[in-house]
Protein backbone atom coordinates (compact mmCIF):
# COMPACT_ATOMS: atom_id res chain seq x y z
CA UNK A 1 0.00 0.00 0.00
CA UNK A 2 1.42 3.25 -1.18
CA UNK A 3 1.86 5.25 1.60
CA UNK A 4 0.14 9.18 2.64
CA UNK A 5 3.02 11.38 1.56
CA UNK A 6 2.91 9.20 -2.01
CA UNK A 7 -0.54 10.56 -2.66
CA UNK A 8 0.96 14.51 -2.98
CA UNK A 9 3.38 13.31 -5.88
CA UNK A 10 0.44 11.95 -7.63
CA UNK A 11 -1.20 13.55 -10.03
CA UNK A 12 -4.27 13.43 -7.58
CA UNK A 13 -2.09 15.08 -4.81
CA UNK A 14 -0.81 18.09 -7.17
CA UNK A 15 -4.25 18.92 -8.20
CA UNK A 16 -5.45 18.70 -4.36
CA UNK A 17 -2.68 21.07 -3.21
CA UNK A 18 -2.87 23.31 -6.40
CA UNK A 19 -6.47 23.58 -5.44
CA UNK A 20 -6.08 24.27 -1.32
CA UNK A 21 -4.01 26.55 -2.73
CA UNK A 22 -5.66 28.67 -5.27
CA UNK A 23 -9.22 28.59 -3.08
CA UNK A 24 -7.33 29.88 0.04
CA UNK A 25 -4.80 32.14 -1.79
CA UNK A 26 -1.70 30.64 -0.69
CA UNK A 27 1.79 30.09 -2.32
CA UNK A 28 1.57 26.58 -4.01
CA UNK A 29 4.84 25.41 -2.61
CA UNK A 30 4.15 26.06 0.90
CA UNK A 31 0.82 24.84 0.63
CA UNK A 32 2.71 21.20 -0.09
CA UNK A 33 5.42 22.08 3.03
CA UNK A 34 1.84 22.67 5.22
CA UNK A 35 0.69 19.36 3.77
CA UNK A 36 3.49 17.70 3.88
CA UNK A 37 3.95 18.05 7.38
CA UNK A 38 -0.04 17.95 8.45
CA UNK A 39 -1.22 14.95 6.70
CA UNK A 40 1.07 12.49 8.51
CA UNK A 41 0.48 14.27 11.72
CA UNK A 42 -3.27 14.01 11.62
CA UNK A 43 -3.40 10.72 10.81
CA UNK A 44 -0.98 9.72 13.60
CA UNK A 45 -3.62 11.33 15.73
CA UNK A 46 -6.39 9.45 14.17
CA UNK A 47 -4.58 6.28 15.13
CA UNK A 48 -3.83 7.13 18.44
CA UNK A 49 -7.40 7.93 18.65
CA UNK A 50 -8.31 4.76 17.29
CA UNK A 51 -6.71 2.65 20.01
CA UNK A 52 -9.23 2.83 21.87
CA UNK A 53 -12.98 1.27 20.98
CA UNK A 54 -14.70 4.61 21.11
CA UNK A 55 -12.58 6.32 19.48
CA UNK A 56 -12.37 3.30 16.66
CA UNK A 57 -16.06 3.47 16.59
CA UNK A 58 -16.55 7.13 16.12
CA UNK A 59 -13.87 7.30 13.05
CA UNK A 60 -15.54 4.51 11.35
CA UNK A 61 -18.78 6.59 11.09
CA UNK A 62 -16.86 9.27 10.52
CA UNK A 63 -15.31 7.25 7.20
CA UNK A 64 -18.53 5.69 6.89
CA UNK A 65 -19.68 9.36 6.08
CA UNK A 66 -16.71 10.35 3.96
CA UNK A 67 -16.56 7.15 1.49
CA UNK A 68 -14.59 9.45 -1.60
CA UNK A 69 -16.98 11.13 -3.21
CA UNK A 70 -15.39 14.26 -2.43
CA UNK A 71 -12.44 12.74 -4.86
CA UNK A 72 -14.99 12.53 -7.96
CA UNK A 73 -15.61 16.25 -8.89
CA UNK A 74 -12.14 17.49 -7.32
CA UNK A 75 -12.65 19.95 -10.06
CA UNK A 76 -16.13 21.32 -9.22
CA UNK A 77 -14.72 21.72 -5.55
CA UNK A 78 -12.34 24.09 -6.39
CA UNK A 79 -13.87 25.85 -9.24
CA UNK A 80 -16.25 28.28 -7.92
CA UNK A 81 -14.62 28.81 -3.92
CA UNK A 82 -14.81 25.76 -1.69
CA UNK A 83 -18.22 25.80 -0.36
CA UNK A 84 -18.61 26.93 3.01
CA UNK A 85 -19.93 23.53 4.88
CA UNK A 86 -16.70 21.74 3.33
CA UNK A 87 -14.46 24.11 5.25
CA UNK A 88 -17.17 24.00 8.53
CA UNK A 89 -16.54 20.10 7.77
CA UNK A 90 -12.59 20.10 7.90
CA UNK A 91 -12.98 22.38 10.89
CA UNK A 92 -15.21 19.96 13.08
CA UNK A 93 -12.79 17.05 12.17
CA UNK A 94 -9.53 18.92 12.91
CA UNK A 95 -11.35 19.80 16.49
CA UNK A 96 -12.59 15.79 16.92
CA UNK A 97 -9.06 14.82 15.65
CA UNK A 98 -6.32 17.17 17.15
CA UNK A 99 -8.18 18.35 20.23
CA UNK A 100 -6.48 20.69 21.90
CA UNK A 101 -3.14 19.72 20.15
CA UNK A 102 -4.81 21.94 17.30
CA UNK A 103 -3.39 25.35 17.87
CA UNK A 104 0.00 23.91 19.06
CA UNK A 105 -0.16 21.67 15.75
CA UNK A 106 -0.98 24.43 13.32
CA UNK A 107 1.73 26.93 15.32
CA UNK A 108 4.59 24.32 14.62
CA UNK A 109 3.90 23.75 11.11
CA UNK A 110 3.09 27.58 10.24
CA UNK A 111 7.16 28.28 11.52
CA UNK A 112 8.31 25.81 9.47
CA UNK A 113 6.02 26.98 6.83
CA UNK A 114 7.12 30.04 6.79
CA UNK A 115 3.07 30.65 7.14
CA UNK A 116 1.11 32.33 9.44
CA UNK A 117 -0.47 30.26 11.66
CA UNK A 118 -4.69 31.44 10.61
CA UNK A 119 -3.06 30.44 7.16
CA UNK A 120 -2.68 26.98 8.02
CA UNK A 121 -5.46 26.88 9.54
CA UNK A 122 -7.18 28.05 6.52
CA UNK A 123 -5.39 24.85 4.23
CA UNK A 124 -6.32 22.74 6.42
CA UNK A 125 -9.84 23.25 6.86
CA UNK A 126 -10.28 22.74 3.11
CA UNK A 127 -7.71 19.53 3.06
CA UNK A 128 -8.82 17.79 5.79
CA UNK A 129 -12.42 16.87 4.33
CA UNK A 130 -10.17 15.64 0.96
CA UNK A 131 -7.84 13.74 3.30
CA UNK A 132 -10.58 11.68 4.77
CA UNK A 133 -12.34 11.28 1.75
CA UNK A 134 -9.13 9.23 0.54
CA UNK A 135 -9.11 7.41 3.98
CA UNK A 136 -12.77 6.50 3.18
CA UNK A 137 -12.11 5.26 -0.13
CA UNK A 138 -9.70 2.83 1.28
CA UNK A 139 -11.98 1.42 3.90
CA UNK A 140 -14.67 1.22 1.23
CA UNK A 141 -11.89 -0.89 -1.34
CA UNK A 142 -10.21 -2.96 1.59
CA UNK A 143 -13.11 -4.08 2.95
CA UNK A 144 -12.45 -2.36 6.67
CA UNK A 145 -14.94 -3.49 8.95
CA UNK A 146 -13.96 -3.25 12.36
CA UNK A 147 -11.36 -1.08 14.60
CA UNK A 148 -8.67 -4.10 13.89
CA UNK A 149 -8.94 -4.06 10.43
CA UNK A 150 -9.33 -0.02 10.78
CA UNK A 151 -5.85 0.04 12.59
CA UNK A 152 -4.06 -1.69 9.92
CA UNK A 153 -5.13 0.33 7.33
CA UNK A 154 -3.92 3.67 9.48
CA UNK A 155 -0.51 2.09 9.66
CA UNK A 156 -0.48 0.60 5.98
CA UNK A 157 -0.88 4.30 4.89
CA UNK A 158 1.74 5.89 6.96
CA UNK A 159 3.71 2.86 6.53
CA UNK A 160 7.60 2.68 6.38
CA UNK A 161 9.49 2.00 10.02
CA UNK A 162 10.62 5.10 11.99
CA UNK A 163 13.51 6.30 13.47
CA UNK A 164 13.69 7.68 17.26
CA UNK A 165 14.32 11.28 16.35
CA UNK A 166 11.96 10.76 13.53
CA UNK A 167 9.32 9.42 15.45
CA UNK A 168 10.19 12.56 18.14
CA UNK A 169 9.18 14.73 15.94
CA UNK A 170 5.68 13.55 15.15
CA UNK A 171 5.06 13.28 18.88
CA UNK A 172 6.52 16.58 19.84
CA UNK A 173 3.81 18.22 16.99
CA UNK A 174 1.32 16.23 18.30
CA UNK A 175 2.06 17.49 22.09
CA UNK A 176 2.60 20.98 20.96
CA UNK A 177 0.32 22.52 23.83
CA UNK A 178 0.13 26.18 22.10
CA UNK A 179 2.64 28.20 23.32
CA UNK A 180 5.10 27.95 20.93
CA UNK A 181 7.61 26.53 23.36
CA UNK A 182 8.72 23.53 21.79
CA UNK A 183 9.19 25.01 18.11
CA UNK A 184 13.00 26.07 18.58
CA UNK A 185 13.22 21.75 19.75
CA UNK A 186 11.56 21.07 16.70
CA UNK A 187 13.41 23.38 14.47
CA UNK A 188 16.61 22.14 15.93
CA UNK A 189 15.69 18.83 15.46
CA UNK A 190 14.83 18.93 11.66
CA UNK A 191 17.56 21.14 10.25
CA UNK A 192 19.81 18.57 12.42
CA UNK A 193 18.48 15.52 10.96
CA UNK A 194 17.66 16.39 7.47
CA UNK A 195 20.43 16.01 5.19
CA UNK A 196 21.54 19.48 3.25
CA UNK A 197 19.31 18.83 -0.46
CA UNK A 198 16.15 17.72 1.82
CA UNK A 199 16.44 21.08 3.26
CA UNK A 200 17.14 22.88 0.26
CA UNK A 201 13.73 20.99 -1.58
CA UNK A 202 10.36 22.39 -2.22
CA UNK A 203 8.91 19.55 -0.27
CA UNK A 204 10.95 21.21 2.91
CA UNK A 205 10.18 18.09 5.51
CA UNK A 206 8.51 15.71 2.41
CA UNK A 207 12.23 14.11 2.45
CA UNK A 208 12.53 13.91 6.18
CA UNK A 209 9.02 12.61 6.67
CA UNK A 210 8.78 10.64 3.31
CA UNK A 211 11.56 8.54 5.36
CA UNK A 212 8.95 7.98 7.95
CA UNK A 213 5.76 7.43 5.93
CA UNK A 214 6.65 6.13 2.57
CA UNK A 215 5.79 3.16 1.29
CA UNK A 216 6.09 -0.26 3.12
Known amino acids: MAGILDLLNSDLGKTIVSGVAGSTGQDTNKTNDVLTMALPVLMKAMQRNASTPEGAEGLMGALNKHDGGILDNLGGLFSGGVNADVIQDGSKILGHVLGNKQQGVEQVIGQKAGMDTSSVADILKVATPILMGVLGQQKRQNNVSNSGDLSGLLGGLLGGSSTEKEQSFLEKILDADGDGSI ?11 ASSSQQKSGGLLGGLLGGVFGKK
Do not use: F, K, R
Open 183 to 193: VDDVAGMVLGN
